[in-house]
């Protein structure tokens, strides 16, 4: 047999749905195999866990890195160390925010030459749906971009521009064809521009005038309208960055069906309750919005049902001079949370408080995740010929979230101040040490993963 590059034991390793005492055998970057705990060859590099939890990396399949065109407001570099960083050993990148947008071959290789020898995790990339580019998406798809995303309201960027019923029935049928998946910001705008109008004479800084500014009427619609697509074109759809527990049911009925539909949701909506956001602190606006409390937990609770399938970031940052702190205007301030080195800790630390474990959390942001993007034949799981994306983690540790410890670009986060349970200790890609302790090797190692 030839000799393993690693091993990495621990009392607590999570295999599939079990965590108990195992090693994990490398070589040449994927998992050679998973032995006892005291299976390790003579000579072999060790390293000893101990009572540390090893685990999967995470996959999340909902990043804006933002470069090439924007970034002072995120980067390959800078992003993937904060990923790195925080336990997530592969991100998918969203095909906006960046100039230009990856909604053409010609934008996707111009995506590929920026993130080149930057990534210290590695990336794969989403590509987008706009008004005119059906024929792109083929072409795309033989370029390497793992699906699809659009919006069904203003993305926030005008070279991303939204689709409408018409331009979903051109371009649903096509990703059927090409067994491909529709990323959907599920949001419409006459809900949003009726409450706005409403609103003209309420104070902006106050969270309350923002949450009604973006009514839980917004998403339960465009989420009655993926559905029907869904049922009349047969194409995969995918709901991001879920937010109002008013349509669970009917997701939970259209999955019931048979309908190939998933669901995600983010850490912000499963932490955070629109009562306890401050006055003018506009670094907590996101759209959709943080919603209730009552609502959040019934976002808990549709996790556990497996009515939504996964927990991802939608890190979106920007520079900290958008967020209009100053005025402390919500409706203004540009709508996007940073999060992406917080997302492991944050959902660990709330996981925890309802009953949940290091089963649940690996299904939700590895191996679901993973599955989304096409790339759980190698990320999401510690098994015999996956790559060896590896974390520890120490779940019973604290820290404090601090601008020192930041790696994102922009340090503005929600999280700033809060104590969160799980630390990573170290994170492994393809058997590589890329994190340990709050240092990096020299040199990025991650890779692109388009074809």
């Known amino acids: ?18 965590v108990s005492s195992a090693s994990v055998h490398i070589r040449d970057s994927v998992i050679a195999a998973l032995g006892e705990w005291d299976e390790v060859p003579a000579q072999t590099l060790l390293v000893d866990a101990g009572d540390a939890v090893v685990m999967p990396g995470l996959v999340d399949a909902h990043v804006h890195v933002n470069e090439p065109g924007r970034t002072e ?18 991100l998918v990148d969203m095909p906006l925010n960046s100039i230009p947008p990856t909604t053409t071959t010609d934008g996707f290789n111009e995506k590929l030459a920026a993130a080149q020898g930057k990534c210290w995790i590695d990336v794969a990339f989403w590509g987008g749906v706009i008004p005119g580019n059906t024929h792109e998406l083929k072409p795309l798809l033989d370029a390497g971009v793992c699906g699809f995303k659009c919006f069904l309201i203003h993305s926030g960027v005008d070279e991303f521009p939204h689709v409408i019923e018409s331009h979903l029935l051109e371009a649903m049928p096509e990703l059927a064809a090409l067994g491909s998946v529709l990323l959907v910001h599920a949001e419409l705008p006459e809900p949003i ?12 800084q106050d969270y309350q005038t923002f949450l009604k500014s973006r009514p839980r009427a917004s998403e339960n619609e465009a989420v009655k309208l993926m559905i029907r697509l869904c049922r009349e074109t047969g194409a995969r759809v995918h709901i991001v960055h879920h937010s109002s527990s008013d349509v669970l049911p009917l997701l939970k009925a259209a999955k019931a069906e048979g309908l190939p539909l998933t669901v995600e949701t983010c850490p912000h909506y499963l932490t955070f309750a629109a009562e306890e ?11 959709p919005p943080v919603r209730e409390r009552e609502n959040r937990e019934k976002l808990w609770a549709a996790l556990a049902d497996g009515v939504i399938d996964m927990v991802v970031s939608d890190h979106s940052p920007c520079t900290p001079n958008l967020k209009l702190l100053e005025t402390g205007d919500f409706l203004e301030a540009w709508g996007g949370i940073a999060a992406l080195q917080f997302s492991l800790p944050a959902i660990w630390t709330e996981l925890q408080k309802r009953g949940f474990g290091l089963r649940e959390l690996i299904r939700w942001m590895s191996d679901a995740p993973a599955k989304l993007a096409g790339l759980d034949k190698r990320k999401g799981r510690l098994a015999v010929g996956w790559d060896a994306d590896i974390v520890i983690f120490q779940p019973e540790k604290e820290f404090k979230v601090v601008p020192e410890i930041i790696e994102f670009k922009n340090k503005l986060t929600p999280y700033a101040g809060m104590n969160l349970r799980g630390v990573v200790e170290a994170t492994y890609v393809r058997g590589t040490k890329v994190y340990e302790s709050g240092q990096f090797p020299a040199d990025p190692i991650g890779v692109l993963l388009a074809k």
């Open 1 to 18: 047999m030839d000799k393993l590059d690693l091993v990495i034991r621990s009392r607590r390793v999570v295999v599939s749905e079990t």
């Open 73 to 90: 407001w995120e980067g390959f570099a800078t992003a993937t160390r904060a990923a790195a960083a925080g336990g997530i050993t592969t």
């Open 193 to 204: 521009e009726n409450a706005i109008e409403k609103l003209k004479h309420c104070n902006p």
């Open 277 to 287: 956001i401050p006055d003018g602190a506009t670094h907590f606006k996101c759209c």
